[in-house]
Every structure is written in C-alpha cells, then in structure tokens.
C-alpha cells in the first residue's frame, strides 16, 4: 500500500479526533475533575503553594475513602504566576475544555473578580477559600473563608480594648484593601473609636519611610495594616527597623495569612494581633488529625507552612466533597442544593457551615498575637455567622443575583 | 521641630537612595554615552549577591560593601567584552542589546531564586529624635550615598587616571595620541559603572524585599535622575537627585507614596521641557 500524504493526513486526523474523543469519554467517565487555579509562582506564592497542597491532601483522603459516587477524584492544577489575566485564561480552560465539576481558586479579590463571571457563565461551581472583605452575592460561588464580620469585628475591639481609640489604616491599593479600609473604619467607629486617617498603597511599593514618619506625627493608639504581598512585607521590616515596635502596637488583616511570620524575624513580628479562623494552636481532634496528615504527606518540616488559606482550602474541598456524598452526584445544581441544605463539616478551624442564604459560611474565630514566629490564640470566638453579607445578601430570594455588595460608611 | 528633623533625615534619604541607584548609570551614560537598560538588573543582582553571601554566613556589611560590587563589577567585566566593546557609538543597538541582557537576566535570577520575595534585615536599629523614632538604616544609606558621590568627584577630578578617563571620554583621538588605549579606558569605566550599581543594590536589599523583577523598579528612576542632571556626572547626578528627592518626600509625606511618584515625573517632564540639555546643560558647567 503507498501512502500519499492525503490519505495520511485524513487518516491521521481521523485517529486525533477518536483519541480526543475517547480521552474526553474517559475523563469524564472514570474521575471526576476538580480544578485547582493558584498563584504556585510569582509575588503571591508564599499563599498560593501551600493552598495547592491543601488541596491534594484533601484529595488523597476523599479517595482513600473510596472516592465520591463511586469515582475517584483527579486534580488538574494551574499555575496563574501572580498575573490576573492568567485567571480568566485558566477559568476558561477549566470550564470548556477539561469541563471540570468545581474549580477551587482564586487568591486576591481581584483574581476572584477575574474568573468568578467566567465560571458563571459557563455553569462550573466555584470556591473562593481566601479570606476576604464580603459581599461577593452569587448563587455559582461559596466563600469559605472568613469576612470582615467574623475576623475585623473580632479583632478591632479586642485592639482596641488594649491600646486605646486611636487607629491609622494602612491597606492596599486595589478592592480588598479599599473595601476592608471601610469595614475596619466602621468597626473603630462602632467601639467609640476614631480613625486618624486611611493610606493606599500600591501592590510594588517598598519604601515605607516616609509612611512612618507620617504615622508618628498622627500619633495614632495603634495601627491597623491590610498590606498585601511580598513587596508590602518591607513595611514590617522598616517599622521594627526604626525601633517603632515597642512604640506603637499593631493589629493586621492580612499577616499571617501567607505565613508571613516566619519571613519575618521574632523581633519584627512579636506583638501583633491578628483574628483568622484557624491556628496551628487549637486543640481539637480535627486538628491534630489534620496536621498529622499533612506532616506524613509533605514532611514534618512542611507543617510550618500550613496557614489559614491552605486550611480554609482544605475545608472548602471538604465541603464539596460532603455535598457530592449527600448529593450522590458531581452534577452542579445538585451539589448547590445540598450545600444549600445548611451542610456543615467539622474542620481543623473548627466547625465549618454553609449559610444558604449567602453561600458564605458560619465558622469560628480565633484572635492571635504573633509570638516568637508563631501564632498564639489569645481569644476564641465560636460559631460566627457572615453577618456583613447577610445584612445585604439573600440568594434563596433573589437566586440570579450576581454582584459584589460593598459597605456604605 | 522634631517633625522638622524627621522631615530633613527623609529628604536626605530619598536624595542619598537616587544618588546612589543613579552613580552607576551616571558613570556608564554621563561618560560613555552607553544607554545600559540592563541597570536596574545591575543593581537587582547586587542585592541577590549581597543576601546570598549573608545567607552562606558572610558579614553583612562585607556582603553589601565587598561582594555586591565585586560580583556586579566582574559581570559589567564580562559584558563589556562579550557584547558593549562592539556597539560604541551606536546607541539604538547597545539598548536592544542591554535591553536583551536585562531580559536575560531577569529570566536567569527566576530560575535560579524563583519568582518569590527575599529579604534580610536591616542591621542598624532605631534612634530618636525628640518624640520620634528613625530607622538608623536610612542614616547608613545617606552616609554611603555622601561617600559614593565624594569618592566618584574626588578620583574623576583629582586622580591622573580620573584625568585620563574624562580625556579619553572627551576625545578619544587626543587620547590615543598620547599614548593612552581608549578601548581598555571604556572598559574600566564600564566596569567601575557596574560595580557601582552592584554596591548600590547591595546596600539597598536590607531594605526592601527583592524580586527577580526589582530591576524595573530602579531603571526608570536611574535614567530620570541622569538625564535630568544632565552630562556632569556627580554634579548632574546630585541636582537632580536633590530636587527629585525634596520633591517626592514632601508629597509623600503630605499624600501618599502614589502622589510621590507622580510629582517626581511631572517635574522630570516640566524641567526637561525646559532644560533639554539637563540641570548641568545650564547650571555647574564645568563641574565634573
């Protein structure tokens, strides 16, 4: 048989489209895919790495469980390298082509904001397991991480009760920090407070020298830091380095939450207070059960690594898969249901529920001071519901809602 | 009065910080007319050096002081032969090729570190003015911007070799008539340049965290403060940096750092418009 180059390439064009074919029979047949979109390189990935590893523990343990309606799970993971327009791009690739059942992701409140419309769109179930300022009202999204409601209402009394009525807000410039600028206002405004002024800085902005100078000029009873990033971390080195520790104290929405108390040295970050929903410091079985695991997975030098979002990932994985499993299925608008249901998990933050009406999630709350690089608990705040977003959100009335509330102060 | 003081030691700083990422560009373009785009690379890998020596154990003023321009230095060597020694004279292609260089750079650093943030801490604790506190690391860093800029005037003015290099630039001709090889003059220049911009990212890595793309952070503020100042090295590089330095300070201090940055371009872009030929084209002629 001669083989001309027509009938080699309509044959092999024929033999591509069936192994696509059966590859896409067999994807969908055998696992079900959940997608992973992170920030693993770049300026965010001190939060994005140990948030992937959450998710492969999460997953190793729902297979060796005997996988979800009798399938196994399979991670596709995408490295987003700190830009937001990988988001969308990633976003797309998981909805269309690899046609995943959920995709877990999303760091920054603006990489949200870039793939949450795409994933609505096109129909994929989405988890935002960060941290964040609230609001988001979507009936496609559950955010499990914690709210300014539950973390800045925990923290800000409590700084204030120690130090004084005087607050300085520094935040970044970009939706969280302006939001959670708000929000840490309102709260300092509630408790008798006074806010002496509000900086925005850029994501790369470094020097802080002047800041400072600012700073004791306003002389402010503490300060409250929303700075994001690895650029902003030089804020808290410039800060002990001008011997401003032991001077002015400080309360932070963000540190901690990339771990960044172990880049920092004892002294650059003993004293400040911060209120997440998870320390390595508490003392549950869920907990203990949880940070053997991932000492036996990733090595016990890993565990230092683990921080509130590799947690609150790992609890938004188990989520789903407690919703697959009531469910009986991966199909989104069941799984939405059951999650809807009121569905709780116990996690290593502690109990963990979905509010139906927000799809955000009633947890606990912890408030912690950083000592000797790590975080120890100094209040705990059970069971607290999403009150900010509650107060604007209510997905079982209006179930197409698809906006990002913000405060008005 | 306090605040007065606060004010002055952070306009000293901000001078003393662009005086310093400038000094190296200032040599390599003030003199040879080499538009380096790789410079804020330059001082990227100075700061790389200088946390690597101090992380294998190195004292850290020996990693700022020492390594940082040694490793720089030995690199502008290296760059100078393989690749500027051929494009003299013809700016359009040296900036492709230090453009590319820095390209390259930046992508090597990534490999070798990743694309997260370093950092050490600074060495110097605080000190106090009146009811403020100063970072005593910004008082280390006007200190090395003074002696930098001293020691740049002093060997350029005073020294034979400072002597036959600003002949050399001036007419490479005359030089070589007298004997001198203008050829190995760049390359010293070039590689002096190199080592400044090495010591300077050195001694400002303590401060800010660094990444593989910090390069880009410094490159526009350098070549502002040259071109501004205009072709006398030191004295262009210590007006413009003076005035962009008061200005940005005072807005940052009554705004934000964003404002900061704004103002120091708008009067880049004002006073270029009015002095094309920079500060030193009109003012301090015959300084060095």
Redo the contacts between chains.
């Keep these: 048989m001669t083989l001309d180059r027509r009938t080699f390439l309509a044959g092999s064009a024929a033999a591509s489209i069936a192994a696509t074919i059966a590859g896409r029979a067999m994807a969908q047949g055998a696992t079900i895919d959940v997608a992973s979109i992170h920030d693993l390189s770049g300026i965010f990935d001190a939060y994005g790495k140990p948030m992937e590893k959450a998710m492969q523990l999460a997953i190793d343990e729902i297979n060796a469980a005997g996988g979800l309606a009798g399938k196994q799970v399979k991670e596709i993971s995408y490295d987003t390298q700190s830009q937001i327009p990988l988001y969308t791009q990633f976003g797309q690739q998981a909805a269309l082509k690899d046609k995943v059942a959920v995709v877990m992701g999303g760091i920054l409140s603006a990489s949200r904001e870039a793939i949450r419309p795409t994933l609505k769109r096109f129909n994929t179930l989405y988890f935002y397991n960060t941290q964040y300022e609230g609001g988001v009202c979507d009936r496609n999204i559950f955010c499990t991480g914690v709210t300014p409601s539950q973390s800045v209402e925990a923290l800000i009394p409590y700084a204030m009760s120690r130090w004084g009525k005087k607050a300085y807000i520094l935040a970044a410039d970009y939706n969280y920090g302006q939001i959670i600028a708000k929000w840490v206002q309102h709260y300092v405004k509630m408790n008798g407070g006074e806010t002496l002024q509000v900086d925005f800085f850029p994501l790369d902005v470094s020097d802080f020298g002047a800041t400072i100078a600012k700073i004791q000029a306003a002389k402010p009873d503490f300060v409250v830091s929303a700075l994001v990033g690895g650029a902003h971390l030089s804020f808290y080195r410039q800060w002990a380095a001008a011997g401003m520790k032991s001077r002015i104290p400080m309360a932070s929405t963000t540190l901690g939450v990339g771990n960044e108390q172990i880049v920092l040295t004892k002294e650059e970050g003993d004293g400040i207070l911060l209120a997440y929903n998870w320390s390595a410091e508490i003392d549950t079985p869920a907990n203990k059960a949880f940070l053997a695991a991932w000492a036996k997975k990733f090595g016990q030098a890993d565990v230092k690594e683990i921080h509130e979002l590799a947690v609150a990932t790992y609890q938004g994985m188990m989520l789903w898969a407690a919703a697959v499993k009531k469910a009986g299925t991966a199909d989104r608008m069941k799984v939405i249901e059951a999650l809807e249901t009121g569905l709780s998990i116990e996690g290593p933050g502690g109990k963990i529920t979905v509010d139906p009406k927000t799809h955000h999630c009633t947890l606990d709350v912890v408030v912690m001071e950083i000592k000797d690089q790590k975080l120890t608990v100094v209040k705990q705040i059970p069971q607290v519901p999403p009150l900010d977003t509650q107060a604007v959100c209510d997905l079982k009335a209006n179930p197409n809602s698809n906006v990002q509330h913000e405060i008005k102060i | 009065m306090d605040?007065a003081v606060?004010?002055i030691v952070?306009i000293l700083?901000?001078v003393a910080?662009l005086a310093l990422i400038s000094a190296g560009l200032a040599v390599v373009f003030g003199m040879m007319r080499v538009i380096n785009l790789a410079h804020g690379e330059f001082l990227m890998l100075g700061g790389y050096s200088a946390i690597v020596a101090v992380k294998a154990g190195i004292n850290i003023y020996v990693a700022m002081l020492v390594v940082a321009p040694l490793v720089v230095g030995i690199l502008g060597l290296i760059v100078e032969r393989l690749v500027i020694r051929f494009l003299y004279g013809r700016m359009l292609d040296t900036m492709l090729a230090t453009w590319g260089l820095s390209l390259l750079l930046t992508g090597l650093v990534t490999m070798i570190f990743?694309?997260?943030?370093t950092?050490i801490?600074?060495p110097?604790?605080?000190?106090?003015v009146g009811?403020?506190?100063?970072?005593?690391?910004?008082l280390f860093i006007i200190v090395a911007g003074v002696l930098v800029m001293a020691g740049i005037l002093l060997t350029l003015r005073y020294t034979r070799v400072g002597l036959i290099a600003r002949g050399a630039m001036q007419s490479p001709d005359m030089a070589s008539g007298l004997g001198h090889n203008p050829q190995r003059i760049y390359m010293i220049t070039f590689t002096v340049g190199a080592a400044l911009s090495g010591l300077a990212g050195g001694i400002l890595a303590?401060?800010?965290?660094l990444?593989p793309t910090t390069g880009g952070?410094y490159v526009a503020k350098a070549f502002i403060t040259v071109i501004s100042g205009g072709a006398a090295v030191v004295a262009g590089t210590l007006s413009s940096a003076s005035l962009f330095g008061t200005i940005t300070?005072v807005v940052?201090?009554s705004s934000?750092?964003?404002w900061?940055d704004v103002a120091m371009l708008i009067a880049a872009v004002i006073l270029l418009r009015l002095l094309p030929q920079g500060i030193t084209g009109r003012f301090f002629r015959r300084q060095v």
Aim: proline letters at 5%.
């Design positions: 605040f606060v004010v952070e700083y901000a910080s990743g694309n997260t943030t950092g801490s600074t110097i604790s605080g000190y106090r009811a403020y506190q100063l970072s005593g690391y910004n303590p401060l800010t965290g990444t952070l300070q940052t201090l934000t750092p964003v900061g």
